[in-house]
């Protein structure tokens, strides 16, 4: 009954900007940590941004701190997140990630998850 559809997602040369969409349905996303999990290939899953949902404290990789900016509009059911100065390094499948009123501490086993976004940033 839960479902999360993602778009956004591309082919964009190094330096260039993607924002990706996470659509919830069968949830009310005001009472969920939303994540972005990437995997790129060979790797294990990676998380790269967490939003809560308490107060919107967020959370950012290292890698992507300064670069990626996660966000939520919860009376649209709907997450984003901004990705600018995109490297060949960002290359991944992007997930959206749910679970209920919970922490951000490890979003790669958070309940719900989207298809996967495609990534891909060309050098």
């Known amino acids: 009954q839960v479902h999360l559809e993602e778009s956004g997602g591309g082919l964009v040369q190094s330096g260039g900007s993607l924002r990706l969409a996470c659509v919830a349905d069968?949830?009310?996303?005001?009472?969920?940590?939303i994540a972005w999990v990437r995997q790129a290939p060979g790797k294990e899953r990676e998380g790269v941004s967490c939003?809560?949902?308490?107060?919107?404290?967020?959370y950012y990789a290292d890698s992507v701190k300064g670069r990626f900016t996660i966000s939520r509009d919860n009376a649209q059911n709907t997450a984003y997140l901004e990705m600018n100065s995109l490297e060949p390094e960002d290359t991944a499948v992007y997930y959206c990630?749910?679970?209920?009123?919970?922490?951000?501490?490890?979003?790669?086993?958070?309940?719900?998850w989207g298809q996967g976004a495609q990534v891909t940033v060309s050098s």
């Open positions: 939003i809560s949902s308490l107060d919107g404290t967020t």
């Open positions: 069968g949830l009310a996303l005001k009472y969920y940590e």
């Open positions: 990630a749910l679970d209920f009123f919970t922490s951000c501490e490890d979003s790669t086993k958070f309940e719900f």
